[in-house]
Structures are given as C-alpha cells and as structure tokens.
C-alpha cells in the first residue's frame, strides 16, 4: 500500500473546542452549550466551524465539549454521519473523570491534555485548533499550504485591525517574513502602538494597510504534532491564548498566516444579535447562500413556509412557518415558527421551535393559562432575540422604550439593550416590557 504524503489533509486532525461555559451569551446558554446556539434561523454555531473543515478537505474532527452539552451532542449525531467506508469522522469528546486525573477542563490547553493520546497517532502529524463560536467561512488548505512551504512548527491565523478595536484581541507582531516576533494580549497605549506591523508587506494594499496594521489572533493554531506535545507536556500551560502561544514564540518557529475575510467572535449578546440581523441585509457580511462552500447543518424535512396576507420585508423566514397577517422588517424568523394575525416584528431574531404542538398541547396549555407556542396576535417585538419554544400571548409589547441596557424580569432578560425571551419562556397576552 502507497503511503500517502505527510503534507496532505489526511494528516491534519481537526479539534474544535466547544466546551466553554458561555456566560456571556447567557440566557441564551442557560440550558446549552455556546457552541450549540441557534444561528441564522436554521443552524447552530458549531455547524461553521465543521463545515469550514469539510470544504477544506478536513474530515477527521474531534469536539470537545463539557458545559451543557447534551444539546450539541445531538445536533452533531443528528447532523454528520460519514459513510462507514469512508476515512472521516466527527467524535465527540467530553470532559470525564479518571483515576489518574479527577479535574474536568481547566482550559483551551488542557481540554487537548487530557485528550492529547487520542490525537496523536500514526496518520495525526498536525492538528488544528479551532472555536466553536466563530462566523467565518475560511479556506484551511491555505493555511496549510503555508505552515508547510515555510516549514512552520507552529501556524496562527490572524486578522487585519484597525486602531479602534484592535486593543480588544490578542495580537501578533510579524516580521516580513511573517514570523511571529511578538505577543500581547490586548495592550493599550504605547504597548499598542509597538505591535504594528507592516500588513502591506504581508498583502494587503498601501491604503488598507495603512488602515489596519494590527494584527489580532483569530484563535485558529496550527500545530505540528510533536510540537504540540512538547508544549502540553507542562501541566500548567492550561490555555492556549494567554500561555501556550507565548511559549511558543518562544521556542519554537511560529508564523501567521493572514485571514483578510469577514470573521467575527459571536462571544457576547450583543455580536450575536448585530450578526444574525446583518445576515438580513441585501449584501451580509457572512452570506449563507454562498455554494461554493456551503454551510452544513441536520436536514429536517420540513415543509414550505406558508405566508397569509403579510408584509415583510428585508427579512429571512426559514421553512416549516407559518405566518398569518403579520408584518416583519429586517427579522430573523426560524423553523416552525407561528406568527398570528397583525402582530410586528422589527429587528428580531426569531429561533423558532423544536415541534409542532397539536391538539392535546394545546388542551395542556390552557389548562395551564399559558400561551401556545410562537407569538399570539396583536403583538409588537422589536430589537429582541426569541429564543426556541417561547410562548408569547396576544398584544404583548417587547420594545423597551426606557432603552434598559440590563435586568432580569419575569420571564425575560435584557443584554446589552436587547430583550431576550429564553428558551420555553412564557410572557402572558398583554405584556408589556
């Protein structure tokens, strides 16, 4: 048998880190992973960073998660099954307990340490890190064409920033060769200053260089295997940003590679929500149309969404809705979501729902004195996130005229000045928030 190149896909193991508590996006992490978020009316987050590696060519992927992770084991069982002839697989890898280590993740770092045996086998000579709660559509191939030519040991992705925002990422310092020279997480002032870099020299134009000459860490690391394991092998490097990326600057070769797409960290409430709503416009940053290397995620069979009589407009409706005389601008609206007659929405990221109700659920909830699934007649939402099952009665009103930035009501949550009803949430006809 004819062994394959080492300088090949085969050979790179992809691992995506999908364990994180997610505390900044709570509620809508409350009763799943970060990773596991509904995105864009129809997929979750981690269906990205699966789907990048897929279109790269990338089929032999770990996920490692431990908060909340029910959720997103069963999206991914659901979603990604690989003929059994075939050489890939999607493997979930879950914080455990064992007799030598009784400690669950204490970081990035350590979520591969303890994992680390089954990452480094025969056919695993490089391994990919990546998040799980990115937006970006990204090429690995490149990435790994140029830890290859350059003969790197270590590769990190980077993107181009300006000034404004840049104190708020890790950065990198490269040479003109695209060396890493430097690490700084977040610096401001003079210790910003110092971490320009010559992005003309790395490709971008005179004028966009000039714009943007930082650099700031996408979270995506290249390894080669026996540099990996030499760096985890000191149990206190427990996170790959703040520790394990410096010392590797430090002792080994370390290169950037420059991403110069669209890439955003879906972190907080409020890039999450400005995200989804800017998938609404005419020209997104992030296009999921785009077919040359689409997004994946579990096929539903659902049926048509069926429109009565509405007025929409600038918006994404995904399929298996039904919308009754409703009027919806600039809005997100998910599978199987029910809209009544003269309700608005403006703004809104609508999840949708996980089934259908039917009769006796309906008996159940009026028995109960709570509204059914979706949103009841009448009603106005506007800059709001309607997590999954929300039960919203008839001329309720979300528009939060007193602009709260945060609190926690009865039923609801607002972040960062947006309303957020949580999954199965329930707000009764006629309220107002």
Same mark, same amino acid.
């Given at each position: 048998m004819v062994r394959k190149s080492r300088e090949s896909p085969s050979h790179v193991l992809s691992i995506i880190l999908a364990g994180g508590a997610g505390k900044r996006l709570f509620p809508l992490t409350k009763n799943r992973s970060k990773p596991a978020v509904p995105l864009g009316g129809k997929y979750r987050l981690i269906d990205v960073s699966i789907s990048n590696c897929l279109n790269s060519g990338l089929k032999k992927i770990f996920v490692l998660t431990q908060f909340n992770s029910a959720s997103l084991n069963h999206h991914i069982v659901n979603t990604y099954r690989f003929d059994p002839f075939a050489e890939g697989f999607i493997?979930?890898?879950?914080?455990?307990?064992?007799?030598?280590?009784?400690?669950?993740?204490?970081?990035?770092?350590?979520?591969?340490?303890?994992?680390?045996?089954?990452?480094?086998?025969?056919?695993?000579?490089?391994?990919?890190?990546?998040?799980?709660?990115?937006?970006?559509?990204?090429?690995?191939?490149?990435?790994?064409?140029?830890?290859?030519?350059?003969?790197?040991?270590?590769?990190?992705?980077?993107?181009?920033?300006?000034?404004?925002?840049?104190?708020?990422?890790?950065?990198?310092?490269?040479?003109?060769?695209?060396?890493?020279?430097?690490f700084r997480e977040k610096p401001k002032g003079d210790a910003l200053k110092e971490m320009r870099t010559?992005?003309?020299?790395?490709?971008?134009?005179?004028?966009?260089?000039?714009?943007?000459?930082?650099?700031?860490?996408?979270?995506?690391?290249?390894?080669?295997?026996?540099?990996?394991?030499?760096?985890?092998?000191?149990?206190?490097?427990?996170?790959?940003?703040?520790?394990?990326?410096?010392?590797?600057?430090?002792?080994?070769?370390v290169y950037g590679f420059l991403f110069d797409g669209y890439w955003e960290d879906l972190g907080t409430i409020e890039a999450f929500y400005r995200a989804n709503m800017d998938l609404t416009s005419s020209d997104p940053h992030f296009d999921f149309h785009d077919m040359r290397a689409p997004i994946y995620t579990r096929a539903r069979f659902l049926p048509s969404t069926r429109i009565e009589r509405c007025d929409i407009s600038e918006s994404i409706i995904?399929?298996?809705?039904?919308?009754?005389?409703?009027?919806?601008?600039?809005?997100?609206?998910? $599978?199987?979501?029910?809209?009544?007659?003269?309700a608005e929405l403006e703004r809104v990221m609508m999840m949708g729902a996980d089934f259908y109700e039917d009769e006796e659920d309906f008996q159940y909830n009026r028995d109960m004195?709570?509204?059914?699934?979706?949103?009841?007649?009448?009603?106005? $939402?506007?800059?709001?996130? $309607?997590?999954?099952?929300?039960?919203?009665?008839?001329?309720?009103?979300?528009?939060?005229?007193?602009?709260?930035?945060?609190?926690?009501?009865?039923?609801?949550?607002?972040?960062?000045?947006?309303? $957020?009803?949580?999954?199965?949430?329930?707000?009764p006809a006629g309220t107002m928030i």
């Amino acid at each position: 048998m004819v062994r394959k190149s080492r300088e090949s896909p085969s050979h790179v193991l992809s691992i995506i880190l999908a364990g994180g508590a997610g505390k900044r996006l709570f509620p809508l992490t409350k009763n799943r992973s970060k990773p596991a978020v509904p995105l864009g009316g129809k997929y979750r987050l981690i269906d990205v960073s699966i789907s990048n590696c897929l279109n790269s060519g990338l089929k032999k992927i770990f996920v490692l998660t431990q908060f909340n992770s029910a959720s997103l084991n069963h999206h991914i069982v659901n979603t990604y099954r690989f003929d059994p002839f075939a050489e890939g697989f999607i493997e979930v890898l879950a914080a455990e307990q064992t007799m030598t280590n009784p400690n669950w993740f204490q970081g990035t770092a350590d979520a591969v340490r303890q994992h680390l045996h089954r990452f480094t086998g025969r056919e695993n000579d490089y391994q990919l890190i990546l998040s799980g709660d990115q937006l970006y559509r990204m090429d690995f191939h490149k990435a790994l064409e140029s830890h290859w030519k350059r003969g790197a040991d270590v590769t990190i992705c980077v993107i181009p920033k300006s000034e404004s925002v840049a104190s708020s990422f890790g950065l990198m310092k490269l040479g003109p060769d695209g060396r890493v020279e430097q690490f700084r997480e977040k610096p401001k002032g003079d210790a910003l200053k110092e971490m320009r870099t010559d992005t003309a020299a790395l490709g971008l134009s005179p004028e966009d260089a000039a714009k943007r000459p930082y650099l700031a860490s996408m979270g995506i690391y290249l390894f080669k295997n026996s540099v990996l394991v030499d760096l985890l092998a000191d149990a206190s490097m427990i996170d790959f940003g703040y520790q394990v990326i410096p010392q590797a600057i430090e002792k080994f070769d370390v290169y950037g590679f420059l991403f110069d797409g669209y890439w955003e960290d879906l972190g907080t409430i409020e890039a999450f929500y400005r995200a989804n709503m800017d998938l609404t416009s005419s020209d997104p940053h992030f296009d999921f149309h785009d077919m040359r290397a689409p997004i994946y995620t579990r096929a539903r069979f659902l049926p048509s969404t069926r429109i009565e009589r509405c007025d929409i407009s600038e918006s994404i409706i995904s399929e298996g809705s039904i919308l009754n005389g409703v009027r919806i601008v600039n809005s997100v609206v998910g $599978i199987r979501s029910q809209i009544g007659e003269q309700a608005e929405l403006e703004r809104v990221m609508m999840m949708g729902a996980d089934f259908y109700e039917d009769e006796e659920d309906f008996q159940y909830n009026r028995d109960m004195g709570v509204p059914n699934i979706g949103i009841g007649k009448g009603s106005v $939402i506007r800059r709001a996130i $309607i997590d999954k099952n929300a039960h919203i009665g008839e001329n309720v009103r979300i528009v939060n005229e007193e602009r709260i930035q945060n609190f926690d009501g009865p039923g609801y949550y607002i972040r960062d000045g947006i309303v $957020i009803v949580p999954k199965n949430g329930v707000l009764p006809a006629g309220t107002m928030i």
